[in-house]
């Protein structure tokens, strides 16, 4: 069942893509939940967190998708109704845009979908750093999510459960839990 359009017309479910907080936490309704990968794009932490992982004046850093030539990121995909789009529009409003990708499901299928990316030049973007400047800034940043040390943990943690493999996350993470 899919929402109706100005029209009157039944609008089909979208498939979105989650690659940072939306694997492990959901807080919308979804009609489906399965692994996917996108192709061409790689997981960074380059993205700065002033609404959730950080506050403006000391801004968290969370993750976004980078366009990577032949790497595959692993994350996980919703079935959704049209009408979620305006609680994760909500959600993702710190620089984050909806782009249209192209989804493999469980591995097989393929399927078109969208997924919210924060581009170069965002309001918000942080872009890259050393290792250890990165890490710093996740231990001292907290918002009204949580600390950004947590958001880290929690994603690491459910790679690791999707069995993907992120060298940026992870070794952000022993930077992080390191020091």
């Given at each position: 069942m899919g929402s109706?359009?100005?029209?009157?017309?039944?609008?089909?479910?979208?498939?979105?893509f989650g690659y940072g907080s939306l694997i492990w936490r959901p807080?919308?309704?979804?009609?489906?939940r399965r692994p996917a990968t996108v192709?061409?794009?790689a997981r960074r932490f380059w993205q700065g967190s002033h609404d959730h992982r950080g506050v403006p004046d000391?801004?968290?850093r969370v993750?976004?998708?980078?366009?990577?030539?032949?790497?595959?990121c692993i994350g996980m995909a919703y079935r959704i109704e049209h009408a979620v789009f305006d609680h994760l529009d909500y959600r993702e409003k710190n620089g984050y845009e909806r782009v249209a990708v192209s989804l493999t499901l469980d591995g097989t299928e393929i399927a078109d979908g969208v997924v919210y990316i924060a581009p170069v030049g965002n309001h918000a973007f942080l872009g890259d750093a050393p290792m250890?400047?990165?890490?710093?800034?996740?231990?001292r940043s907290a918002g009204p999510s949580g600390n950004n040390v947590d958001y880290l943990?929690?994603?690491a943690d459910a790679l690791r459960a999707l069995g993907a493999r992120d060298a940026h996350v992870f070794a952000l993470?022993?930077?992080v839990l390191e020091n």
């Amino acid at each position: 069942m899919g929402s109706a359009t100005e029209d009157g017309s039944a609008q089909a479910p979208v498939w979105v893509f989650g690659y940072g907080s939306l694997i492990w936490r959901p807080d919308f309704p979804f009609l489906e939940r399965r692994p996917a990968t996108v192709t061409g794009w790689a997981r960074r932490f380059w993205q700065g967190s002033h609404d959730h992982r950080g506050v403006p004046d000391a801004p968290g850093r969370v993750v976004t998708l980078v366009p990577a030539p032949g790497e595959t990121c692993i994350g996980m995909a919703y079935r959704i109704e049209h009408a979620v789009f305006d609680h994760l529009d909500y959600r993702e409003k710190n620089g984050y845009e909806r782009v249209a990708v192209s989804l493999t499901l469980d591995g097989t299928e393929i399927a078109d979908g969208v997924v919210y990316i924060a581009p170069v030049g965002n309001h918000a973007f942080l872009g890259d750093a050393p290792m250890e400047e990165m890490a710093r800034q996740i231990r001292r940043s907290a918002g009204p999510s949580g600390n950004n040390v947590d958001y880290l943990v929690e994603l690491a943690d459910a790679l690791r459960a999707l069995g993907a493999r992120d060298a940026h996350v992870f070794a952000l993470e022993r930077a992080v839990l390191e020091n």
